[in-house]
């Protein structure tokens, strides 16, 4: 439990603006602790974003960091190039903490972080209507575009395995087989689903391993909660949660942005309001083609759909994987909270093949 008096005693490592006037619980991630906290600087209100990364997650803290460095100096230094006055403005920029290093470890080991808050952004768990989803695709599109002449030998593959769906896979076979929580009778036709689909696996790893497609620096988590957009225009911004930038493929990104942003009632809702809506996915493909052409190859643009079907069983098979483990990877709200989210993923699939995708 984080008390005002940790959290005072963790923002004094850091370089802050003027005296702390309030620190409050932020955004919906199910990963890292955040919080939105406000300062006052001679008569002027400021916000920075801090966070404790989540070590049950990232076991190497330090070469996360050093991967969000890594990226952050590109964008600030792409930005500059294009003129931008105030790159931390319109990308995520690191607040230094006092020994100079981008974050702070406290006497418990923990990595602690900060970031200046994007005043004009904002972000949503949803796609709002088509011309949303298009800036989601945009966005996406541009973030790619601005790394693509960053070579992903320089970031640390911080977490082997992320993308990897047949691994995934094997994980589900194991926590099946464990059944350490007694779970898996409640999970029968989820399990059975999976194993009707498992050809579905070693479709984009096989792109990998046969160098069908490059490797780039993606994303790797590019839910619509990740695409920032400017408050005033709704134009898309920049991507947040940098932490799992690393090398892949483009395709692990497409994918579960469509997956995000194509069924319009969200990761959460209610079963009989999910499905796959093709006009969101069109608008959000124009939006990141009409960024992402310029680097894309022929490969690589023809087989992005197979991606939007792979990346959602691969996401429901992970949900379910951690339900039968006992919910120790995804934060949850409540019993069964990961079971529904991985029929949420389920159903969504189906409605992709019923719409013939």
Known sequence: MIDDFMLESILSHFNLPG???????????LINETW?????????????????????VFARP??????????????QSRFKKEDVSDPAGVTPALVRARSGRSFHIDGSAEYWRMYHFIEEGLVF????????????????????ALVSDLAPDRLYDTLPGFHHTPLHLAELDDAVGRDARGRLADAA???????????LAPLLTDLVANGRVPVRVVHNDPKVNNVMVHAATGKALCMLDLDTVKPGIVHFDFGDCVRSAANPAGDDADLDSV?????????????????ARSFLTQAETRLLPLSVKVITFELGVRFLADHLRGDTYFRVSRPGHNLHRSRVQF???????????
Request: with cysteine; charged share 30%; aromatic share 8%.
């Open 62 to 75: 330090d070469l996360v960091m050093a991967n969000v460095e890594t990226v952050t100096e590109h964008l």
């Open 275 to 291: 499905f796959f809506d093709r006009s969101r996915y069109a608008a959000l493909s124009r939006g990141y083609l009409d960024e």
């Open 19 to 29: 005296k702390l006037v309030k620190a409050e619980r932020f955004g919906s991630g």
């Open 125 to 144: 768990d949803t796609v709002q209507d088509n011309v949303h989803a298009y800036e989601v695709g945009r966005g996406l599109g541009r973030f790619q």
């Open 36 to 56: 939105l906290c406000e300062f006052m600087d001679h008569g002027a209100g400021r916000k920075l974003i801090l966070q404790r990364i989540n070590r049950a």
């Open 189 to 199: 036709a989820e399990v059975a689903f999976v194993q009707a689909r498992r050809d």
């Open 347 to 357: 159903r969504l699939l189906e409605s992709m093949e019923s719409a013939g995708l």
